[in-house]
């Protein structure tokens, strides 16, 4: 029988597919919120080469707990069980109903950075400088217009790597990047098309990407915990620009290459430049609306195995 942890973690697999899948926000940013985002660091980086020895040697049963692989294969079939339930819906709202769905996420933003804040032990010169240098780096991110896409595979394959390690960083979203690379659309069709040749090819980049950028990320959670949540807490403060829910479109060319530029607006200009009227009493009723959810998630959320003791914490 499915035990209750099991089915939470599953939930929160979901709502991590389900948050990766919108440009904007972060699957790291679930993770973080409901204590699973350094257990969830920490088994990404247990998976190599040498579990294959320690399966020779000692069995699988052994190996599959070295890389705490319960825990992993629930959350990804949440992951993935997310994807394709809520593929086909969130690009649809994404065409019809953009600034709502930003504005709903932008409170869930909003609340998970006054949580994360808590989990900083200390606030020195050092850790406000690395916040300004996170929230600089999200809100310069959200400014590169975004690319036309390719569609050869090997690109594919390079998106995935990069993506994937934004999808672990609360604060940088995942989506956001295959975005700027102009793979999103065809990487999320591809998904709810079941595009296999596609969907490996990524999936391959995927795993090559978190392999590396895991070890590192989690070397520096054990030994610059404080000074690593203060970057990522600047990424989500600047997630929030990209956020922003009257933004307006506009087309550029260079050198005959094409890109989509987004610009923020007033809601009055935003009438007047879309002809859609985007209410903000609306706005800020789904603000509290995702900033009530991520209240929801600490207060049901179980904590994570991963959390480091004070004696890993730096100063």
């Known amino acids: ?20 899948s919108v440009p904007g926000v972060s699957g790291g940013t679930i993770a973080l919120i409901t ?19 320690t399966w020779k040697r000692e069995g699988f049963p052994v190996a599959w707990r070295e890389i705490n692989g ?6 990804l079939l949440g992951i993935i069980s997310s994807l394709l339930l809520f593929g086909r819906v969130i690009l649809v709202l994404m065409d019809s109903y953009l600034p709502f769905l930003l504005a709903f996420f932008s409170g869930l933003v909003m609340a998970s950075i006054f949580y994360v804040t808590r989990l900083v032990s200390r606030w020195n010169a050092l850790n406000l400088i690395l916040f300004i240098a996170g929230t600089g780096f999200a809100i310069l991110l959200a400014s590169l217009p975004l690319a036309q896409s390719s569609n050869h595979l090997l690109y594919y394959f390079f998106s995935g790597a990069i993506a994937i390690c934004a999808m672990i960083l609360p604060g940088i979203s995942g989506a956001f990047i295959l975005v700027l690379l102009g793979v999103y659309g065809p990487v999320l069709e591809a998904l709810t098309n079941f595009e296999w040749v596609v969907i490996g090819v990524f999936a ?9 950028f895991s070890r590192i990320l989690s070397w520096l959670l054990h030994h610059h915990h404080d000074r690593t949540l203060s970057t990522l807490i600047g990424l989500l403060v600047g997630s929030l620009y990209l956020l922003w829910p009257w933004r307006v479109a506009t087309e550029l060319n260079f050198n005959s290459h094409a890109f989509t530029q987004f610009r923020h607006v007033s809601p009055g200009d935003y009438q007047l430049l879309t002809g859609s009227a985007v209410s903000p009493w609306l706005v800020m009723f789904l603000i509290v609306i995702g900033a009530g959810l991520v209240l929801l998630l600490e207060t049901v959320a179980v904590p994570g195995k991963g959390e480091l003791s004070s004696k890993d914490r730096d100063g």
């Open 204 to 212: 391959g980049g995927c795993a090559c990407g978190l392999m590396l």
């Open 35 to 53: 204590n699973i985002y350094e257990e969830l660091v920490d088994a990404i980086r247990a998976i190599g080469p040498h579990v294959l020895v």
């Open 1 to 20: 029988m499915i035990s209750r942890e099991r089915a939470l973690l599953f939930l929160k697999g979901m709502a991590m597919g389900a948050a990766d």
């Open 70 to 75: 319960n825990f992993l294969l629930t959350l």
